[in-house]
T-cell receptor
């Protein structure tokens, strides 16, 4: 079983719609959680950190469920520019803050 | 202004011909990472430096080596590239916080 698992997609989303997807992680000792965005042939860029209380940044909302070991990302009012691969990333301080990446969920926003 | 710089952005090498990829940073971060990312896969950590302390991942092949002559620079040496080593190589840095900052990557092609 992979340490961090994501639905690869693609999620085809009409412009203006809402899309949500999850990521599960296997290491219960994981302590930090992030969503990164990666455009085709570019480097990953931090989208947002994910906190236990959940957090929102504009149209993006992230949630963490420690009991079930998953995190989620919701994108409201999707824009064409939201088309990208979203990487779920989990960190473990005990392992020297090593980050483990999921395989990514591809989102395609269409007009 | 670029904070994590990788050169070259594209590198073509021949099967078995040693190649060196470089990464530099203007952030003065004490941790530097090298990841390998193949098409449609998650970035895979190869190794990282915490200051001058080198930390190799258990499954990183011996073919991959790294050098960090000072805080700003880190090199990835591939001693005998094989066709399977064609990938995007990503450098990242981190300070005391949890966020990793990625460079634009070097795309390696092995002929």
């Amino acid at each position: 079983r992979k340490e961090v698992e994501q639905d690869p997609g693609p999620f085809n989303v009409p412009e203006g719609a809402t899309v949500a997807f999850n990521c599960t992680y296997s290491n219960s000792a994981s302590q930090s959680f992030f969503w990164y965005r990666q455009d085709c042939r570019k480097e990953p860029k931090l989208l947002m950190s994910v906190y236990s209380s959940g957090n929102e940044d504009g149209r993006f909302t992230a949630q963490l469920n420690r009991a079930s070991q998953y995190i989620s990302l919701l994108i409201r009012d999707s824009k064409l520019s939201d088309s990208a691969t979203y990487l779920c990333v989990v960190g473990n301080k005990a392992a020297g803050n090593k980050l483990t990446f999921g395989g990514g969920t591809r989102v395609l926003v269409k007009p | 202004d670029a904070m994590v710089i990788q050169n070259p952005r594209y590198q073509v090498t021949q099967f078995g011909k040693p190649v060196t990829l470089s990464c530099s940073q203007t952030l003065n971060h004490n941790v530097m990472y090298w990841y390998q990312q193949k098409s449609s896969q998650a970035p895979k950590l190869l190794f990282h430096y915490y200051d001058k302390d080198f930390n190799n991942e258990a499954d990183t092949p011996d073919n991959f080596q790294s050098r960090r002559p000072n805080t700003s620079f880190c090199f990835l040496d591939i001693r005998s590239p094989g066709l399977g080593d064609a990938a995007m190589y990503l450098c990242a840095t981190k300070d005391a916080g949890e966020t990793q900052y990625f460079g634009p990557g070097t795309r390696l092609l092995v002929l």
